[in-house]
């Protein structure tokens, strides 16, 4: 719902900006905007998105209610749970190739010996090590969460 836009005073604008959103319960959503005309607006752009949620706007606040998931959806979450889980990897792997090359930089620039390269590099490339069996221990995690009925 973060990138969900509404129509709000002729603009489109990020639901964020337009109000707080608050989990009460696990399968429900409060959505209360800090303008109070802007009920209708934001119920409308949520059903608009096409969510698969139910939408009941009230007088100040609109609830999102999540329907008990099929086991359709769970495979499409846990799928997104992948992506999400590989994107996560490649900003690892971004973030190893900066360093790399300020590692490497500093070798060239006689700040470091080679020896102490060799090291940072052994070093960064724990981390990275580690720092993915991270993201797959969390996706294991949350994709058992999401299978479970």
């Known amino acids: 719902m973060e990138n969900l836009t509404v129509n709000a005073y002729e603009t489109p604008t990020p639901l964020m900006q337009l109000a707080s959103i608050q989990s009460p319960e696990p399968k429900s959503l409060v959505v209360q905007p800090w303008d109070k005309n802007l009920v209708k607006q934001i119920a409308k752009a949520i059903t608009d998105a096409d969510l698969g ?65 060799y090291k940072r590099l052994e070093e960064l490339d724990k981390l990275v090590k580690d720092y993915n069996e991270l993201i797959k221990d969390l996706g294991d995690k949350k994709e058992a969460a999401i299978m479970t009925v």
């Open 53 to 117: 949620v139910g939408v009941s706007a009230e007088d100040q606040l609109v609830r999102v209610n999540f329907p008990p998931m099929t086991e359709e959806t769970r495979k499409e979450v846990t799928k997104k749970l992948h992506q999400k889980m590989e994107e996560a990897r490649v900003g690892v792997r971004s973030q190893r190739e900066k360093i790399k090359e300020e590692i490497i930089r500093q070798e060239r620039d006689k700040v470091m010996t080679e020896d102490e390269r």
